[in-house]
């Protein structure tokens, strides 16, 4: 009979830690699409805040600094990072030469058009 207990108890022990290890995976995977949602209106509200600052300056920010506090209290933070380090698509204008004799023109200011995570896998978001 103790044969087997021995044997009928491990089972019950390696099944318990299983369906453990089961539900500590069910809560991450849960809790990285909340993340993922949260970057997601995070990204959606600093896109529309960089359009209204540029519908109401007549051009984009220089930085997400920029933003702040007339059109955003703080810069958010990237819910997949934990930090406000955003990776930003900038534009270069570029000063357009009246004669036309430079071979290529001055580059005047980068501005920023777009904001994306810089978590891994959530660069395109």
């Known amino acids: 009979m103790r044969r087997v207990v021995i044997p009928v ?3 019950i022990l390696a099944g318990g830690a299983f369906a453990a ?3 500590k995976k069910a809560v991450e995977a849960r809790e ?7 970057l997601h209106d995070t990204l959606v509200q600093l896109r529309k805040t960089i359009d209204n600052f540029h519908a109401d300056k007549g051009r984009y920010p220089h930085s997400l600094l920029e933003l702040v506090p007339d059109y955003l209290r703080r810069i958010p933070v990237d ?9 930003l ?3 270069e204008s ?3 030469s009246d004669d036309f004799t430079t071979g290529t023109a001055t580059k005047s200011e980068s501005v920023v058009i777009d904001v994306h995570s810089s978590a891994p896998g959530y660069g395109d978001y």
């Open 79 to 87: 819910p997949m990072t934990n930090s406000a380090n955003w990776r």
């Open 89 to 91: 698509t900038t534009e």
């Open 32 to 38: 990285q699409q909340q993340r993922a949602v949260a």
């Open 9 to 11: 108890v491990v089972v």
């Open 21 to 23: 290890w089961q539900h």
């Open 94 to 96: 570029v000063a357009v």
